[in-house]
């Protein structure tokens, strides 16, 4: 049983940072390529960014290209998401994701099978 507990969330102003993390549980993250999404009230759930197997590649969203960065710790079993200059539209619950794809050829469209629960981050103006 793979379990992804998120951290880090929290009511900021904007322009503000924060980073969040997401510990595994139940199997070492080395195997997966990673991902963040986040859901805000009322919209779908959408991409925010992902890295692969081994860190050496990653992808984001438009929205947060050159704000946000990903990176993940294997050793710690660990995925980070670095988040700067926050703005009120990036109000969100923040999930992280695993997926057996490696990402290596590519992260986009790549399914995945292990959620966590999420941690709120409010950006406030």
């Known amino acids: 049983q793979v379990q992804l507990v998120e951290s880090g969330g929290g009511s900021v102003q904007a322009g503000d940072s924060l980073r969040l993390s997401c510990v595994a549980s139940?199997?070492?993250?080395?195997?997966?390529?990673m991902g963040w999404f986040r859901q805000a009230p009322g919209k779908e759930r959408e991409f925010v960014g992902s890295i692969n197997r081994s860190g050496g590649r990653t992808d984001y969203a438009d929205s947060v290209k050159g704000r946000f960065t990903i990176s993940r710790d294997n050793v710690k079993n660990t995925v980070y998401l670095q988040m700067n200059s926050l703005k009120p539209e990036d109000t969100a619950v923040y999930h992280c994701?695993?997926?057996?794809?490696?990402?290596?050829?590519?992260?986009?469209?790549?399914?995945?099978?292990?959620w966590g629960q999420g941690t709120q981050v409010t950006v406030s103006s």
């Open positions: 994701a695993g997926s057996l794809n490696s990402g290596n050829t590519s992260l986009r469209g790549i399914r995945y099978i292990y």
């Open positions: 139940g199997r070492t993250i080395s195997t997966l390529a």
